[in-house]
């Protein structure tokens, strides 16, 4: 038991010192940025703010970023928000850690953006195939996704700036259970949430 204990603790504080040594470096290197660290939802995110600092892409997560894992909810307003960003010619990308591989190619064919799935975040290498394929720099791309742990490391081992979002209310794996607020920022009580339609769940 206290082997156990002793290891938990290690991971537990091994994690914590890598999420604080991926937000020193993200402050410093993108000191030049005034877009938000962390937001709500991705419609709380102005266009215009992405553009004036030069950003020409998004990475965005796909499981309880734009959808909930379970299909139930989707991100209020984020389909409109992608058609109005595309519409000013920014490129898009998915990223998925999901494991429904046919789950994962309808939600790309339904936003109509390229997918990688499994993508295997926060290892860098989708990150740096989505970024080839959009022909474009780290310091032109956002990622935008819920997870400490995935997302923002991976976004941080690229090089590109990252914004956190709350990430949609799901069935919690386990260690999403154990670190809590450590990787995930939990979904504002009373915010309004979309359910997702039952025909469209997949």
Request: charged share 20%; aromatic share 12%.
């Amino acid at each position: 038991m206290l082997n156990s204990t002793k290891l938990l603790f290690s991971i537990r504080s091994f994690l914590h010192a890598l999420i604080q040594i991926g937000k020193s470096f993200f402050v410093k290197s993108i000191s030049t940025y005034t877009f938000p660290r962390k937001l709500n939802t991705l419609t709380d995110l102005k266009i215009d703010l992405l553009k004036n600092v030069g950003i020409k892409g998004v990475i965005l997560d796909l499981d309880n970023t734009i959808v909930s894992e379970d299909d139930r909810y989707i991100s209020p307003g984020a389909e409109a928000w992608i058609k109005q960003a595309k519409s000013q010619d920014f490129k898009f990308f998915l990223l998925s850690n999901g494991l429904r591989e046919c789950r994962a190619k309808a939600w790309s064919n339904r936003l109509n953006i390229p997918i990688i799935n499994p993508a295997r975040k926060p290892f860098p290498f989708a990150f740096y195939k989505a970024l080839n394929e959009m022909q474009l720099e780290p310091k032109q791309v956002v990622v935008i996704g819920d997870s400490r742990h995935t997302d923002i490391l991976g976004a941080w081992f690229v090089g590109c700036p990252s914004i956190q979002v709350a990430t949609l209310p799901h069935p919690f794996r386990w260690w999403e259970k154990l670190f809590g607020k450590g990787v995930q920022t939990p979904y504002p009580q009373g915010h309004k949430l979309w359910d997702n339609d039952l025909s469209l769940r997949l």
